[in-house]
């Protein structure tokens, strides 16, 4: 009888390990000039402001949920958060008037508005109408100031419940927040009201008033206008060149 042979299997091996590493990526363009001049050489222009339209435009492209806000600094605000003044450069005439100018009379307008995936952001955003300067001039609380950190120079974010804490898309907290795309493959630009938008055209507008105590700046709950913040009837605004930085920031949703 024939016998059967049995052998075993011989086998050999080598190993490669794939390794993918994802990097978020947050990427915000601003594809206009980086300087927004307001010049206020005509009574008209104090008593009813300067508009600057469609000044910035920003664009967005993002691997993650995303935020974005605007923060108005300058470099007294960076030295001291309690600041919250323009940075004067240049006096014109007597040293009379008040070189203590709020922040928060820039006031921004956004478009699209109220764009946000998930829950609306409690501070609102930009996208409300420029407030109709009133006659005669009295200090108002307008829907357009720009926000302004009490925290930090500008890096820290606004805080859900805080008055005049508004983003320009997300908002505070987990539930608020833009969905990873791009600019690049939204196939037009988004409408008010959309959940997810990539394209942001920005207004802009300061009031004066006359006499110049911009009456539209206020922190969201009280006015700053020069009078309400001197206490002292008759201020106006020291007649000179101020600048500040208006910081866009577009952040992970946290």
């Known amino acids: 009888m024939a016998g059967t042979a049995s052998y075993a299997q011989i086998q050999d091996e080598e190993n490669v390990t794939v390794t993918m590493e994802l990097v978020p990526i947050l990427q915000l363009n601003m594809n206009t000039p980086d300087q ?21 435009i920003l664009t967005a492209s993002s691997t993650v949920s995303w935020d974005l806000y605007a923060s108005g600094t300058s470099g007294q605000h960076a030295a001291a958060a309690g600041d919250r003044f323009w940075d004067p450069q240049v006096a014109y005439g007597a040293a009379s008037g008040i070189t203590d100018l709020p922040l928060t009379a820039l006031e921004l307008h956004q478009f699209p508005g109220d764009i946000n995936n ?12 420029f407030t109709a300067v009133p006659n005669p001039q009295v200090a108002t609380l307008g829907a357009n100031n ?17 008055a005049n804490n508004r983003y320009i898309a997300g908002g505070s907290g987990l539930t608020s927040f833009v969905a990873g795309g791009s600019y690049l493959t939204q196939t037009a630009v988004a409408a008010n009201g959309a959940n997810n938008a990539y394209y942001y055209v920005i207004d802009y507008r ?3 008033g006359l006499p110049a105590i911009f009456p539209f700046a206020n922190d969201g709950t009280l006015s700053e206008d020069l009078v309400t913040a001197s206490g002292a009837a008759g201020s106006y605004a020291q007649p000179g060149v101020y600048t500040m930085n208006v910081k866009y920031l577009m952040i992970e949703n946290q």
């Open 36 to 56: 927004v001049n307001f010049v206020f050489d005509e009574i008209a222009e104090y008593i009813g402001g300067i508009t600057q339209y469609g000044a910035t």
């Open 118 to 129: 998930g829950v609306n952001n409690p501070g609102g955003d930009y996208a409300a109408q």
């Open 146 to 162: 720009i926000y302004v950190s009490a925290a930090s120079a500008y890096v820290a974010p606004p805080v859900t419940l805080g």
């Open 206 to 208: 300061i009031v004066p």
